[in-house]
């Protein structure tokens, strides 16, 4: 089955240390996004690739940094610049053509905890 | 900035009852999706809207696009517990997807 697998489900850190969320698809999209959801605030976009190699900052990047070497991969690294890292993330990808375009496949989430 | 308004931000509902959640924009929007997430889950795609005054089914629910392309409304007949959720709207604007805070249902039985 083709999807989005998003890991670790949950994730732990103490302040001031890195970490990276894996988003990997198979579904043969184009482009891929992160989301960051807070209760009562949506879906606030953080950084997404159109292609390859290349990647654009969404509205909230700041203390985020992300890598596209491969079609398939999308990590994303909430480092210790982010002030307020506690948040569920959301990978998502599209693709960007036919009737299917821009709609986006989500994946399960990674919900990550500061401590 | 760019915003897409959604309202209401909670509805709690007895089942049986009708549900509608609405979206707004203070621009035109491409088109907009909607998507539903269970609590729990993630954001799972229902439908697009593409053109001016557009009305799509799916079973119990409706969906509208306004003559002006700025604002869009959901709507549910006869609630079910299997309803339960947020559901969001997103709007494409100048290329990029612009998400509504949300509506969360709940359905007593």
């Known amino acids: 089955d083709g999807g989005i697998t998003q890991s670790p489900k949950y994730l732990f850190r103490k302040e001031g240390q890195n970490v990276t969320l894996s988003c990997e698809q198979n579904l043969n999209h184009d482009a891929m996004y992160w989301y960051r959801q807070d209760p009562g605030q949506g879906l606030r976009l953080i950084y997404y690739s159109q292609i390859v190699n290349d990647f654009q900052k969404g509205d909230i990047a700041e203390g985020y940094s992300v890598s596209r070497e491969k079609k398939e991969s999308f990590p994303l690294t909430v480092t210790s610049a982010q002030k307020n890292p506690t948040a569920f993330y959301l990978c998502?990808?599209?693709?960007?053509?036919?009737?299917?375009?821009?709609?986006?496949?989500f994946g399960a989430g990674s919900r990550l905890t500061v401590l | 900035g760019q915003q897409v308004m959604q309202i209401p931000q909670y509805q709690h509902v007895q089942e049986g009852e009708d549900f509608t959640t609405y979206c707004n924009s203070s621009?035109?929007?491409?088109?907009i999706q909607w998507y539903k997430q269970r609590p729990g889950g993630h954001p799972v795609f229902l439908i697009q809207l593409v053109k001016s005054g557009e009305v799509k089914k799916q079973k119990r629910l409706t969906f509208q696009f306004g003559e002006a392309k700025k604002n869009s409304s959901l709507h549910i007949t006869a609630t079910q517990t299997t309803d339960v959720g947020t559901y969001f709207c997103?709007?494409?604007?100048?290329?990029?997807?612009?998400f509504g805070q949300g509506t969360e249902l709940s359905v007593k039985p």
């Open positions: 997103a709007g494409k604007q100048g290329g990029k997807l612009i």
């Open positions: 998502a990808s599209s693709t960007k053509q036919g009737t299917g375009a821009n709609v986006l496949t």
């Open positions: 621009t035109t929007l491409s088109n």
